[in-house]
Structures are given as C-alpha cells and as structure tokens.
C-alpha cells in the first residue's frame, strides 16, 4: 500500500496540469473581455450577458464528458485496456448528440434574450454573439472527451499544453476579427464569437489527432472504427454524466440567482460582489485540478479491487484540498483591504468587497471539500444522491438563507454570502460523509 504522502504526491502530479489547463481555459474569457472592451461598453455589456447564460448551459455538457473519467479509469484500474478504447467512442457519440441539442438551445435561445429587460443595443449585439457562440459547443465537448479519456489513463499534460496554446491563437484571431487587422472585416464582438469558435475546433482536432496517432495509446485503440453500438456503456456514461452536469448547473444557477438578490441591494453591492466571486473562481479553478486526480486515483483503485487504495486515496485529496484552501483563506484575510484595488479605485466598492472577502475566507475551505468530494464519489461512479445533496444544500438551505439574512435580518450583500457559506458547507460535510460510509463496506461497481 502506497502512503499518505506517496497518494499527496501523486495526486499534486496529477492536479497541476489540470488546474493549469482550467486557467487557460478562463484566460481565453479573460482575452476576449479585455479586446471587446476597448471596442466599447456595449460590446462589454453584450459579452457578459451572454457568456454567463452560455456557461450556465455549457456546465451540462462539461458534466456530461466527466462520465468518461472514472469509467476509464476504473477500466485501465482493471486492465482492460480495450474498454477504455471503446468507452471513449461510445462517450464521443452520446456527447456529439448531446452538443447538437445544446447547440440548439443555445441558438434559439438567443431569441429570447429581450425578454430579459436589457438595453436593446446589448441586446442587438448579444443575439448575434450568442448564435455563433452555439456553434462552439460542438467542438468544445470533443475535447472535453478526449481530454477526460486521457485524464481517466492518468495522462494530464497534453490537454493543458493546448488549452495555453490556444490562448495565442485566441489572442491572434480576435486581433483580426475584433478589430479588422491584415485585411479582415473589423467585427468587434460577433468577431470575438467567429474565434472561439475557430480556437475550439482547432483546440478539438489538434488533441483528437494526438490522440488517435500516437502510438503511446496504441494499446487502447482510440480510433473512430465502431465495431457496433453498445447500449450498456451509453447507458452509463448517460447515467454518470447527466447527474454530473446537472450538479454543476445547480451549483453554477444557485450562484448567479444569488449575483441577481444583490442586484436588487444595488449597484456597489454587485460590483463589489463581482470582485469578490472573481477571486474566489481563481482558487476554485486550482482545485477542480484536486478533484480531477481524485477522480482518476479513485476510479483506478476502484478497477484494482483495492478498499485500501480508494479510501487513501479519496481522503488524501480531501486532505490536500483542505490545506490548499486554508493557504487562500488566509491570504485573503491577510490583503482584503489590498486585493480589490487590483479592479476599483471606489472607496465604498472596496470596503464591501473587503468584507465579502473574509466571508469568502471562511468558505474557501467548503468549498475545496465540496469540490474535491464530488470528485471522489465521481471516481465511485456516484452521482446521483450527490446531485440531491446539492439540491437541497443549495436551493433549499444555501439560497433561503442568503435571503432571510439579506432581506429579513438586514445583513445585506453579506448575507447573502453567507448563504454561500451554509450551502457550500453542507454540500462539503455531507458528500466526505458519504465516501467515507460508502467505502468503508465492501466496494460495489
């Protein structure tokens, strides 16, 4: 048996690469917000309001590919290294399906956007961006596969070596189409859609391919040649990965239900929240890197019938998590008065977001463990009583109690984020409960 710091190392190895490619992925956000901004404030406007609509949908297809991660896993645990080739091709056809139907939520949805009591020049040039951005979708989910597919062989850095890539090309093609450069039509925002789109598909055929050609994967067969369709799979990568997605889009919509109470306090409240939630993102993308290799080291040991192994494994994630996490809470505490200037000169902004801070110190480590403990009970194939833990810790605990304090009990902003804390809190305590009962009998797969 491997110890305690032998599973920590290895898990860290692991979680880099990760959480490096998951801020590539938030960076290409970032690019594009700042290069629409110097078009103008509408382009801005525009851009967020659908960027955070689209990612609310998005987070159903990325939970949908995080099926294919334990199932390798597990299968490469057994080695059966056949079944993790033909898991992939039948996860890549369930999930190709499954970002047409998005595509075209996605699409028309954009219609409905004036509905939603926007200024009709955002709303002008949202419904165009957010159209071709459907159109994304497609190739976004065929990474995700073959980047899970890989993650579930414990083979994290190709996928982040592309994510950082793109971002150059991102930056590039948005020069040309934002702004009309080497003979384009200047597009500004539908040209910052036209290269998401372009870096995605570039971003999916480029790791496809690798994937596909290299003979490091030989042994797995991952090509496309489906001998026929096999129904038992589909129904779990389905069974896995709907749960999944649906636990991510609770998670993400209970958060910006939330964005939306203190829109009603006003103004400075939500600048100062936006500040504070954008920080607490950063930490948050570093540990989906814990939860990921929580999820592969689980899934394999599960594959290898080793009790032993899942448990050091799963709990010396939690326990990585756990301290990475009180490291940001106490930086947080330590510069709250500093880290808003990095947005705002606003005095009053600054005060609040200092405030929001320390509530966000405090959950810091909630939200670590809840993280990382999806990920583990994913790695057990585990999703569904997961998804009800986050249904009733978020909407039924987490949000109500966010109002009482705000609107009720006169807390304001800050209660709202201590909402936050009481959802984050009992999704984190419940879910480490419910790896720890579920492996401490015998492992059923």
């Not at 050609?213 to 990965?241: D, E, F, M």
Request: net charge positive; charged share 10%; with cysteine.
């Amino acid at each position: 048996m491997l110890s305690i710091k032998t599973h920590i190392k290895e898990t860290i190895i692991l979680a880099i690469p990760v959480s490096v490619g998951q801020i590539g992925h938030i960076m290409m956000g970032v690019v594009d917000s700042l290069m629409v901004g110097r078009v103008g404030t509408v382009p801005l406007a525009a851009a967020a309001l659908v960027n955070g609509l689209f990612f609310l949908i998005l987070v159903l297809g990325i939970g949908m590919t995080m099926a294919i991660t334990p199932l390798v896993a597990i299968s490469k645990g057994a080695k059966n290294d056949d079944e993790c080739g033909m898991i992939l091709r039948q996860a890549l056809l369930v999930n190709v399906v499954f970002a047409i139907l998005l595509l075209f939520l996605i699409y028309f949805g954009a219609d409905f956007l004036q509905y939603l009591d926007q200024p009709k020049e955002v709303v002008v040039e949202a419904k165009s961006y957010m159209k071709v951005l459907a159109f994304s979708v497609i190739p976004f989910l065929v990474f995700q596969v073959y980047r899970q597919f890989l993650e579930g062989i414990s083979v994290v850095k190709p996928a982040m070596i592309i994510a950082v890539l793109a971002n150059f090309f991102n930056a590039f093609s948005n020069w040309c189409l934002i702004f009309g450069n080497l003979g384009f039509e200047a597009m500004g925002l539908y040209g910052a859609g036209i290269s998401t789109f372009l870096t995605r598909t570039l971003m999916a055929a480029v790791l496809m391919y690798y994937v596909i050609t290299s003979s490091n994967y030989k042994i797995y067969n991952p090509t496309l040649k489906y001998k026929s369709i096999n129904r038992k799979v589909i129904k779990k990568v389905i069974a896995i990965g709907l749960p999944s997605g649906l636990q991510y889009f609770l998670e993400v919509g209970a958060f910006s239900f939330s964005a939306i109470m203190i829109g009603w306090i006003g103004a400075v409240p939500l600048a100062a929240h936006q500040i504070a939630i954008n920080l607490a993102s950063v930490t948050y993308m570093i540990v989906l890197g814990i939860s990921a290799a929580g999820t592969i080291r689980v899934g394999t040991a599960l594959g290898q019938k080793s009790k032993e192994g899942v448990r050091t494994a799963g709990f010396s994630s939690l326990l990585l998590a756990a301290g990475l996490m009180f490291c940001f809470a106490f930086i947080f505490i330590l510069f709250r008065a500093h880290l808003p200037y990095l947005y705002v000169n606003e005095i009053d902004v600054i005060e609040l977001a200092s405030s929001l801070l320390v509530v966000a110190a405090l959950f810091q480590l909630f939200d670590g463990l809840q993280a990382t403990a999806i990920g583990i009970l994913r790695g057990l194939t585990d999703v569904k009583i997961p998804l009800l833990i986050s249904f009733a810790a978020y909407w039924m605990l987490g949000v109500p109690a966010g109002y009482l304090l705000a609107f009720v009990f006169d807390f304001g902003t800050v209660g709202i984020w201590l909402g936050f804390l009481v959802g984050l809190a009992s999704v984190a305590i419940l879910l480490s409960l419910r790896f720890n009962h579920l492996t401490k009998g015998k492992l059923i797969y």
